[in-house]
Nanobody, 118 residues
Framework: QVQLVESGGGLVQPGGSLRLSCAAS??????????MSWYRQAPGKDRELVAG????????RYADFVKGRFTMSRDNAKNTVYLQMNSLKPEDTAAYYC?????????WGQGTQVTVSS
């Protein structure tokens, strides 16, 4: 059974940094072509794409509101996707979710809360 578990969220002051992790189990990253993404959802707002990358190659795509501040990466050996978030702003406050699209299947993690506040 495929599971995605996010971690690394928390409370941080404006300008601070956090690194989110999304650990996948139930399949091996290197064995499949898939699209890995990070989304976020703030209270009362729709879920929105933050960053995404295809395991088939190509560059990572970022939403305009995080370009230059967030970096997405993956470690195939650990079956883990990361989101390094720097220069955090109060408007980055949201629940952050990782998503993996593998073939016709889509998998979501349970989310991790990020709160940016002084």
């Amino acid at each position: 059974q495929v599971q995605l578990v996010e971690s690394g969220g928390g409370l941080v002051q404006p300008g601070g940094s956090l690194r989110l992790s999304c650990a996948a189990s139930g399949f091996t990253f290197s064995s499949y072509t898939m699209i890995m993404s990070w989304y976020r959802q703030a209270p009362g707002k729709d879920r929105e794409l933050v960053a995404g990358i295809s395991s088939a190659g190509g560059s990572t795509r970022y939403a305009d509101f995080v370009k230059g501040r967030f970096t997405m990466s993956r470690d195939n050996a650990k079956n883990t996707v990361y989101l390094q978030m720097n220069s955090l702003k109060p408007e980055d406050t949201a629940a952050y979710y990782c998503k993996i699209d593998r073939g016709l299947r889509t998998y979501w993690g349970q989310g991790t809360q990020v709160t940016v506040s002084s």
